[in-house]
């Protein structure tokens, strides 16, 4: 079973920064593509970002986000990134990570992790 779990959420203000972790464990992560989801309350969970396995590494971004956040891994820490610049307020979710063989990585899952809440506010 492909194990992650997710940190560096907190509260920021408009326009400031955060980084985003996803730690792999039990299993190799550069083997496997890693999507980045996110739920705001009241709204449905959506697609952020997809990273594909090490061999590729191709990123793909929602237009919501494209040029502010950017996703990468670290293969020797066996963990992905989420690098999130000049944050909005709608960017106020619950950030999820999720695996599978390739990107995109489905949003229909049966298991979602407990997350990491970003909130952005003044």
């Known amino acids: 079973q492909l194990q992650l779990v997710e940190s560096g959420g907190g509260l920021v203000q408009p326009g400031g920064s955060l980084r985003l972790s996803c730690a792999a464990s039990g299993f190799t992560v550069d083997r496997y593509a890693v999507g980045w989801f996110r739920q705001a309350p009241g709204k449905e969970r959506e697609g952020v970002s997809c990273i594909n396995s090490s061999d590729d590494g191709s990123t793909y971004y929602a237009s919501s986000v494209k040029g502010r956040f950017t996703t990468s891994r670290d293969d020797a820490k066996n963990t992905v990134y989420l690098q999130m610049n000049s944050l909005k307020p709608e960017d106020t979710a619950v950030y999820y990570c999720?695996?599978?063989?390739?990107?995109?990585?489905?949003?229909?899952?049966?298991?979602w992790g407990k997350g990491t809440l970003v909130t952005v506010s003044s």
């Open positions: 999720a695996a599978e063989i390739g990107c995109p990585v489905r949003i229909q899952r049966d298991y």
